[in-house]
């Protein structure tokens, strides 16, 4: 290696370098290659960003629908413009989450399966200012993997708290998942902790859900 710098520095009469010092310098940079790419993961961060823009949604649909709340007194899937006739609550999760008579249940927001129908309590946000009608078309044509889960045990009482539930997809916010269930399994909806028993040691990550607030 000091013979190639001292090469680089000042040449020598030869000029050029030989292949076995080819070889050396490029093995040397494909080890440094790996090593920070197994040191940042880029698919791990690629999910990570993925759950912080669906947390982030999940919290400006929260603070819509308090909003809504606020001033019309009345949740928006029970507004008289914006609501449905019927409001079905199942018990499984994520079926047991506020859902509406409508084909995709209307629990869910976007995903395979999501099939909007206007008029509805998600578009009555954006007709209300509440939210900009682009996040309410962003969420509606979201993946799968980014979809929107809505729960709220009575859907009527101001005293419930709105739930905003997603699947995380980055080792981080899974770990967060569950966390968030070994501290407070019961006041999350049923469903979004799995596991039969949060007080034991030595949990690890299973389909737990991530849930605002």
Not at 24 to 52: C, F, H, M, W, Y
Not at 74 to 81: D, E, I, N, T
Not at 187 to 202: F, H, I, K, R
Request: charged residues 20%; proline residues 4%; glycine residues 8%.
């Amino acid at each position: 290696m000091k013979k190639i710098i001292n090469k680089l520095r000042l040449g020598d009469g030869n000029g050029g370098f030989t292949m076995i010092e080819l070889l050396v310098v490029i093995a040397v940079i494909g080890v440094l290659a790996v090593a920070v790419l197994s040191s940042i993961n880029p698919l791990e961060q690629i999910n990570k960003g993925r759950d912080t823009k669906k947390r982030s949604n999940a919290a400006q649909l929260i603070n819509a629908i308090d909003r809504f709340y606020a001033i019309h007194e009345v949740f928006p899937w029970g507004h008289a413009s914006y609501g449905l006739a019927t409001i079905v609550n199942e018990d499984a999760f994520p079926d047991g989450v506020l859902c509406v008579a409508e084909a995709n249940g209307g629990c869910q927001i976007g995903g395979d399966g999501y099939t909007a129908s206007t008029p509805n309590w998600l578009t009555g946000l954006s007709t209300t200012d509440e939210v900009k009608e682009s996040f309410v078309n962003q969420l509606e044509a979201t993946g799968a993997t980014n979809a929107l889960y809505v729960f709220k045990a009575d859907e009527t009482a101001a005293d419930d708290s709105v739930y905003i539930c997603f699947v995380p997809a980055s080792k981080a916010f899974e770990q967060q998942a569950l966390d968030a269930c070994i501290l407070r399994d019961a006041l999350l909806p049923a469903g979004a902790c799995p596991q039969a028993d949060y007080s034991v040691g030595g949990l690890v990550y299973a389909d737990e859900l991530i849930c605002l607030p």
